[in-house]
T-cell receptor, first 112, second 113 residues
Framework: GENVEQHPSTLSVQEGDSAVIKCTYSDSASNYFPWYKQELGKRPQLIIDIRSNVGEKKDQRIAVTLNKTAKHFSLHITETQPEDSAVYFCAEHPDTGNQFYFGTGTSLTVIP | NAGVTQTPKFQVLKTGQSMTLQCAQDMNHEYMSWYRQDPGMGLRLIHYSVGAGITDQGEVPNGYNVSRSTTEDFPLRLLSAAPSQTSVYFC????????????FGEGSRLTVL
């Protein structure tokens, strides 16, 4: 959506390396920032999320960081594995509305 | 639980035809929405609903209608299909507080010739 910019659009990493995907948003009232993973031909599924009162959240090999001042948030995947290959979408939910706005997606390829 | 169920999974239409994409959820979610997914453009919101009898437009509503007569169902209608509506469509629903996980259906691939 127009509210969220996501970079890069494609990312290739060697297995075991780290991957970082960044998103910026424009609405300072946004309070919820989820990340979705979409495997080829499948539906998007939530992998991690963060709320505006938290700066960082980790779940095993994935982490999300939020910088409210700069209005950006990032997904970090460590020790990447081939099964991490997918399209990743960031999203934001403004506090004043009902919509979820999605970024344009990052196609991650983990090379064995 | 079936979660979010979309039908049909695949559909081919001719320009000018109309059709309805069905979406049903069995999780008692108040929030339901329709997205279209096109290469390089992410997921764009078409219409959404925060409860039975309430619908609103998203980012790309033109050419689509929705209704929400029950909590469970949220059909998307294409009034007069155009090639620009060739896309993959996802229905998604969420818990009542809205700022929670979106549960997506499996998607419907629509081709308009």
């Amino acid at each position: 959506g127009e509210n969220v910019e996501q970079h890069p659009s494609t990312l290739s990493v060697q297995e075991g390396d780290s991957a970082v995907i960044k998103c910026t948003y424009s609405d300072s009232a946004s309070n919820y920032f989820p990340w979705y993973k979409q495997e080829l031909g499948k539906r998007p599924q939530l992998i991690i999320d963060i709320r505006s009162n938290v700066g960082e959240k980790k779940d095993q090999r994935i982490a999300v960081t939020l910088n409210k001042t700069a209005k950006h948030f990032s997904l970090h995947i460590t020790e990447t594995q081939p099964e991490d290959s997918a399209v990743y979408f960031c999203a934001e939910h403004p506090d004043t509305g009902n919509q979820f706005y999605f970024g344009t997606g990052t196609s991650l390829t983990v090379i064995p | 639980n079936a979660g979010v169920t979309q039908t049909p999974k695949f559909q081919v239409l001719k320009t000018g035809q109309s059709m309805t994409l069905q979406c049903a959820q069995d999780m008692n979610h108040e929030y339901m929405s329709w997205y279209r997914q096109d290469p390089g453009m992410g997921l764009r919101l078409i219409h959404y609903s925060v409860g039975a009898g309430i619908t609103d437009q998203g980012e790309v509503p033109n050419g689509y209608n929705v209704s929400r007569s029950t909590t469970e169902d949220f059909p998307l209608r294409l009034l007069s299909a155009a090639p620009s509506q060739t896309s993959v469509y996802f229905c998604a629903s969420s818990y009542p507080d809205r700022t929670g996980e979106l549960f997506f259906g499996e998607g419907s691939r629509l081709t308009v010739l």
